[in-house]
């Protein structure tokens, strides 16, 4: 008889799924077998009719397959039917789709995303399980989360083609997937939950999922379930960073996988501003840390390294008349080093990679002294063959994190100014406009410390109406200098209020969007 007669076609997948379901009783606990049955019918009799491949290959075809979604059903678990995942572009508050996860994991789901790879995946990879589940978000959420009508679908906005798509370090470890068996590759998204933590593997996923999901017993006992059961998921386009998607001003992100100053405390976000990005990060760092790094600025002697007049301009050596403070630079002293690579674990960047970070810069600010408004992006220039187009391939900053190390009074100036948000204190019909800040100012006794028409008293001026932003001996505060698909953040702009009667001492973490060569 010939093996593709429609007998066959008709028979053999019925042996195959009773011995499936006979070997496999884990297909029994997760799934009700007559659901699975008539899908598997199909399923197998498709590749069946796959003319091009011979009986052997279709038979280790369908054996990998099976045994490759039982490996996936062991380790994604049951699912509680009501649990959804809210699925946000990378920086979005709003989620562009809210899916069910018992549709999205659904054996059709997964079968044919199975049916698209030449083998079975490592399940705790994280490239996989990036992939994997981009192609499963693709099919359902094909119209809600797309950014181009004409190819609907969450591909374009993982990959956005060459020329928008930095090659970070891990470039090459990036799985591609496929839409259709003969279509073109994508590169997939990588996905973090609302604190930035990045997802590496389904048991990752499976750990979420039931941190989301109100268990049996929760029920029996009458409990009300903890939260609302929507994991929020955020997907990243690949060669892009995470960023915090903040919903409103006082919001409180917990970030519990970052290890605090004060163990017994949490370590959270409190959003200041949504646009710009501006945050307070508590209990990021120590006294301690804070006072060892001083010491070490204060007694460091070699000549790039040292406290001096600060300077600006991406070769780092020009002096700038706007900008009146003291810098040194800590590249690699401990205390500096770890607080590096905790920066790198609040932004969800993952490891530390020194080529990614700018290093510490301690600054001082004496009497009388400031920094005009700037952003920390750098503009391109004709003196320098770096791409900081960080919205194509190039690479620019893109956050940084200010550390306060002394207090400062009300009436002492050195506040981190944001000239595009308002005071957090202040009602929104109490607002100081420019005009009233300025007239408050001349009447002030601030006036005397500053020069008529000069910048400082401009920027005092700001200062007075906009988020101006208090030292405090360890007060930590993140911004973005970019926005989530790479742009400049025009918005970011900031600077450091003139300085009264005292002396400000801050460093910083500067952080990149950094692009390597392959
Ligand atoms: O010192 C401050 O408050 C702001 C400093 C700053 O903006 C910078 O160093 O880029
Ligand atoms: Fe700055």
Redesign the pocket.
């Known amino acids: 008889m010939n093996w593709r007669s429609p007998v066959i076609y008709l028979i053999f997948p019925y042996f195959l799924a009773v011995a499936i379901i006979y070997c496999f009783p884990n297909l029994q606990d997760n799934k009700i077998s007559s659901e699975f049955l008539p899908l598997w019918l199909s399923y197998t009799s498709k590749i069946l009719q796959d003319k091009t491949k011979s009986p052997t290959n279709l038979v280790s075809e369908i054996s990998w397959q099976v045994s490759c979604y039982q490996q996936f059903l062991d380790k994604i678990g049951v699912i509680h039917p009501t649990v959804s995942v809210a699925l946000h572009f990378n920086g979005q508050a709003e989620p562009c789709n809210i899916i069910i996860v018992k549709e999205l994991l659904n054996d059709s789901n997964v079968l044919s995303t199975l049916r698209l790879l030449d083998k079975c995946p490592d399940w705790e990879s994280q490239y996989f399980t990036d992939s994997f589940l981009t192609r499963l978000l693709h099919d359902l959420s094909s119209l809600a989360c797309s950014i181009e009508d004409q190819h609907p679908g969450l591909h374009q906005f993982c990959d956005r083609g060459l020329k928008r798509t930095p090659i970070l370090r891990d470039h090459r470890l990036l799985v591609p997937y496929k839409l259709t068996e003969d279509g073109p590759s994508y590169l997939p998204c990588h996905f973090h939950n609302a604190s930035g933590y990045r997802l590496s593997s389904v048991s990752l996923l499976r750990e979420w999922i039931q941190d989301m999901s109100c268990q049996q017993e929760d029920y029996t006992a009458g409990k009300t379930c903890r939260g609302h059961p929507t994991l929020e998921l955020y997907a990243v386009p690949a060669g892009r960073h995470f960023m915090f998607a903040p919903k409103y001003i006082g919001e409180i992100i917990p970030l519990p996988h970052v290890p605090g100053a004060d163990p017994t405390q949490p370590v959270n976000l409190e959003v200041l501003s949504v646009s710009p990005r501006v945050f307070d990060l508590v209990n990021f760092v120590s006294k301690q840390e804070s006072e060892d790094l001083v010491e070490r600025a204060l007694a460091e002697t070699r000549e790039s390294y040292r406290l001096q007049r600060s300077t600006t301009g991406s070769n780092g050596r020009e002096i700038n008349r706007y900008r009146t403070s003291e810098t040194a630079f800590d590249a690699a002293g401990e205390t500096a080093m770890n607080i590096k690579r905790r920066s790198f674990a609040v932004l969800g960047m993952g490891n530390y990679i020194e080529s990614y970070a700018d290093g510490v ?1 301690i ?1 001082r ?1 004496r009497n009388g002294t400031a ?1 005009q408004k ?1 952003l ?1 992006w750098i503009e391109p220039n004709t003196r320098s063959q770096h791409n900081y187009d960080s919205a194509g391939q190039g690479s620019n900053r893109f956050a ?1 994190l ?1 550390l306060y190390m002394n207090d400062i009074e009300a009436n002492q100036g050195g506040e ?1 100014v944001f000239a595009n948000a308002w005071p957090l204190d202040v009602a929104e019909t109490k607002r100081l406009s420019l005009e009233q800040a300025k007239s408050q100012l001349l009447e002030s006794e601030f006036s005397n410390f500053l020069t008529q028409g000069s910048w400082e008293e401009d920027l005092a001026v700001w200062c007075r109406s906009r988020l101006a932003i208090r030292p405090k001996s360890a007060r930590t505060v993140l911004f973005y200098s970019q926005l989530p698909d790479g742009q400049k953040d025009e918005s970011s702009q ?3 209020c003139p300085v009264f009667n005292t002396t400000k001492v ?1 460093y ?1 973490v500067i952080c990149w969007w950094s692009t390597e060569s392959l």
């Open positions: 810069q600054l600010y920094y700037h920390d940084t200010l981190t900031h600077g450091a801050k910083g």
